[in-house]
């Protein structure tokens, strides 16, 4: 489980295929010593799990839904990726409960200054953008933010300074694409639902 709060903007040292899937080897400030084989971080979002480490760089393999399913397929050696590392008992929760699994791709459509903020709408994928509510939570490339307003299937969110500039929502350009995963509780709540 993860927060969404953003502990380190990590890059993509190195991509391979493999005989089993695809193999992102990522440099990283995150103290390796503390981060054992077969930990969970959160790559934009995405749960990956460490197989391998040496000095300043972790990597990670990733099944080919994976890369289906996620903007991972996208990912070229020197881009910046969002990381955060699994969250503890006992740790504050900054954010919101992130289970680091992408539920769908959306696509940027604008980003607007107001003031020393951005104002970012994303067109969320169908049906997922009923899961979306004003004042909502919703994880963005693995970054935990409140929705200001919904319009169909696109929604709005506002990004202070701080994570505008030590995130890689900074970099985002109008036809991006983003990872999404809604609240854990509006799944739910929407499963209940359906099977009531």
Do not use: Q
């Amino acid at each position: 489980m993860f927060t969404g709060i953003v502990t380190d903007v990590g890059r993509v040292r190195s991509v391979r295929d493999t005989n089993r899937d695809r193999r992102f080897e990522i440099e990283t400030r995150f103290d390796l010593a503390t981060i054992d084989i077969g930990a969970s971080v959160s790559h934009a979002g995405c749960c990956l799990t460490v197989v391998e480490k040496g000095g300043g760089w972790f990597a990670v393999e990733v099944s080919g839904e994976t890369l289906g399913l996620t903007t991972l397929s996208d990912w070229a050696e020197g881009r910046p990726v969002n990381l955060e590392r699994a969250a503890r008992v006992g740790d504050e929760l900054g954010g919101h409960i992130v289970s680091g699994h992408v539920d769908g791709v959306g696509e940027v459509l604008s980003i607007k200054s107001e003031g020393g903020s951005h104002r970012v709408r994303i067109r969320a994928p169908r049906p997922l953008h009923r899961y979306i509510a004003p004042k909502g939570s919703i994880t963005v490339e693995g970054v935990s933010l409140t929705v200001n307003e919904v319009e169909d299937d696109v929604f709005g969110v506002n990004l202070i300074p701080h994570t505008w500039d030590v995130t890689t929502l900074g970099t985002l350009t109008p036809g991006s694409r983003v990872n999404l995963e809604i609240d854990m509780l509006a799944r739910y709540l929407a499963r209940w639902r359906e099977t009531a």
